[in-house]
């Protein structure tokens, strides 16, 4: 695994799954069965829809009961986040923008009736947030245990803060790069760590940081 694993990232069909299993579960009261989730999202192997559902567990989306039907059920850390997500999107959040502060020289401290508006990250279907583990990207103030807030994009320009997928099961934040004979690299903001080179047509981008948040108590 890479160093600095994003905390339970998706790849986008795993998204889809989930998705669609929540949804099916609250509308009817009990889970969809492998079939109806393969019909409903065009999938026609069912072990493809196993592979997604063993992943999705894995990384603590969903709980099985095994030898009964209909055994799928979605975690509730994951209700709990969507609870989160939802009333985040509902409040529109704004904060009053009372000024600057210098971290160099001192300035003069002049009030303002500005207010800085987090709608933008909140209500956009396009935006999300991921943990960072691991210390990769400590150079670009980047901490383990840091909040990104990341906006879903399949492509990216040289230099931005990408959300990578590699190899469709190792997700990594990395600054990205295109080199010559099809090649990326996913370059640490670690002097003490190696970059990633790795064939574009083995890595999907999944986003680019927007924003980085952290708590201090």
């Known amino acids: 695994m890479f160093a600095d694993n994003l905390y339970m990232a998706?790849?986008?069909r795993q998204k889809q799954v989930l998705d669609f299993v929540a949804d099916y579960s609250q509308t009817n009261g009990y889970s969809p069965s492998y079939e109806e989730i393969s019909q409903a999202l065009q999938l026609s192997s069912l072990a493809t829809i196993?592979?997604?559902?063993?992943a999705l567990e894995e990384k603590g989306y969903l709980k099985r009961r095994y030898n009964e039907s209909r055994s799928i059920e979605v975690s509730e850390d994951y209700r709990r986040s969507e609870r989160v997500r939802l009333r985040a999107g509902a409040a529109s959040p704004e904060l009053p923008l009372l000024g600057r502060i210098a971290a160099g020289k001192p300035l003069e401290s002049?009030?303002?009736?500005?207010?800085?508006?987090?709608a933008e990250f909140t209500t956009s279907p396009d935006t999300f947030a991921l943990e960072v583990r691991g210390d990769s990207m400590i150079e670009d103030h980047i901490l383990s245990g840091d909040y990104v807030l990341v906006e879903r994009v399949s492509d990216a320009r040289d230099g931005e803060i990408v959300v990578a997928l590699v190899d469709g099961s190792e997700t990594t934040?990395?600054?990205?790069y295109r080199e010559p004979q099809g090649m990326a690299r996913l370059q640490p903001a670690n002097s003490s760590m190696q970059p990633i080179r790795i064939p574009q047509d083995r890595l999907q981008l999944q986003g680019r940081v927007l924003a980085v948040l952290r708590k201090y108590r």
Do not use: D, Y
Not at 110 to 118: D, T
Not at 173 to 176: D, G, P
């Open 50 to 54: 196993h592979k997604h559902i063993s």
């Open 173 to 176: 934040l990395k600054r990205f």
């Open 10 to 12: 998706l790849t986008p």
């Open 110 to 118: 002049v009030a303002g009736n500005e207010s800085l508006s987090f």
